[in-house]
């Protein structure tokens, strides 16, 4: 429980739980992780369904933390968001993933770099500023870079995000719908906003059982003919075998993205994923 202390100070009785004491412990480590720099993008290829050509790369973070070693979002994304520090580690992320598409050719070969954006950043007034000054300093094409947002951000207030979607897009960058078909889509408001790709989600791509399997098909065909009516590009996530990829390209999605085709990899072993630059 939380008392008064002396001067007005709140201060924390044993009495509070373990969770409550290890999220606080989090935070703290959080910030100072923060200041030592101690996050680190993996990127994953984003491939052509029928070239197999790389067309991007989708930046993810991870923790390199000094004790636990290397830590996944999972362990510590909702922290971050949950306390605000989402703001200074997205823009962190934002402007080493266009720096790092930039120093790999990303304007001259034509790849894209997709950034993962959460609910506070997308809510945030500084969101149009921090996209601006990520490419201005790296020297990033705006074409170049995709804005990842998840289906419920984009939905809880539609209206403000259909703004603040146009004013993003106005800069140059593209709009992905993400987890698409996890949320509660409206289709109707889905026409009214600017999104360039809608990337399925994983569990319609991976089916434990073979009864899930046959309406999953139907769904993603839905979703194909869908988003190409309203003139979007179809990533599908999560592919990790050889018959998914053969059915969605049957389907007819545009880009792949899973472990058949590529882990994240750190910096040094995706660059390996580029092309050789033309002599
Ligand atoms: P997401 O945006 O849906 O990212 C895809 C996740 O699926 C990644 O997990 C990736 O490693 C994993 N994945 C990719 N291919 C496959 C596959 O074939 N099979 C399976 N089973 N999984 C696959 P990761 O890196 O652990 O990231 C988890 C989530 O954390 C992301 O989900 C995203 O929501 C969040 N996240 C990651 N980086 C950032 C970031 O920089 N900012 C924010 N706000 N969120 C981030
Ligand atoms: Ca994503
Ligand atoms: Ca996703
Ligand atoms: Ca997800």
Partial sequence: AKHEGKNGVRTFQPAMGDETTERVDLERDLREALVREEFVLHYQGQFDVRSQALV???????????TQGLL??????????????????????LRQACRQAAAWGANERGFTI???????????????????QALASSGLNPRRLILE????VVLRHPEA????????????????LDDFGTGHSSLSLLRQMPIDV????????QDSHPWEAASSRVLIGVM?????GLKMKVTAEGVETAEQH?????LGCDVLQGFLLSRPLAASQAEALLSPPAA
Avoid: C, M, Y
């Fill in 114 to 132: 997709s950034v993962n954006v959460s609910a506070l950043q997308f809510e945030h007034a500084n969101l149009l500023q921090s996209v601006e």
């Fill in 149 to 152: 947002l998840t289906e419920s």
């Fill in 72 to 93: 996944p979002p999972g362990k510590f994304i909702h922290v971050a968001e949950d306390s605000e520090l989402i703001l200074p580690l997205g823009d962190w992320v």
């Fill in 56 to 66: 991007g790369f989708e930046a993810l973070v991870r923790w390199q933390h000094p």
């Fill in 198 to 205: 809608l990337k399925i989600d994983r569990s319609f791509i």
């Fill in 246 to 250: 053969a059915l969605l390209r049957e």
């Fill in 224 to 228: 194909v003919t869908l988003a190409h």
């Fill in 161 to 176: 995000a259909a703004g603040h979607l146009t004013r993003l897009r106005d800069l140059g960058v593209r709009i992905a």
